[in-house]
């Protein structure tokens, strides 16, 4: 991560990019966006966690942006270790998927479901076909000050 991104923890004005092994992020204009390229492994969410926790720093609920199209669900070690995240620092997120399978929107309802059932977490997720619907209601959703 640039020297910006990390001077500038949980500041919504700053603009970062990069990779997490195959895959790509990026976090702009207060939105994390997470691009899996491949399958998702426990090392990636290590990586993807310390993004949740960087850009997450502040009061507000962190907006996310996940675009799986194509990526294979990620393996039960990194759906463990999300869970457990979730569990133990109960961040507040808004995530909306863009594109994902049924499979693996059936996928992020049991990783919700577990972080709830393991937790108390409640993990909101809405899911999106088009790019820029998404954006527009995670945009919408800062704007209001949207809560978990």
């Known amino acids: ?25 990026s976090f702009r204009d207060g939105i994390l966006r997470f691009v899996p390229s491949g399958e998702v492994q426990g090392e990636h969410v290590a990586g993807l966690v310390l993004l949740l926790r960087r850009y997450g720093q502040s009061e507000a609920c962190l907006q996310c942006l996940f675009e799986p199209q194509g990526s294979p669900r ?37 990783v919700s479901a577990a972080a709830r059932v393991l937790g108390g977490y409640q993990l909101q997720v809405t899911h999106f076909d088009d790019r820029e619907a998404a954006l527009q209601f995670l945009q919408k959703s800062r704007e209001e000050g949207a809560s978990v």
């Not at 500038?8 to 004005?13: A, K, N, P, Y």
């Open 74 to 110: 990620p393996t039960p070690e990194a759906r463990r270790l999300l869970v457990e995240y979730l569990r133990t620092h109960r961040q507040r997120l808004n995530i909306a998927t863009c594109g994902a399978t049924l499979p693996l929107r059936t996928m992020i309802s049991l």
């Open 1 to 25: 991560m640039s020297q910006d991104a990390q001077a500038g923890e949980g500041l919504s004005g700053i603009a970062d990019s990069g990779s997490i092994g195959p895959h790509t992020y």
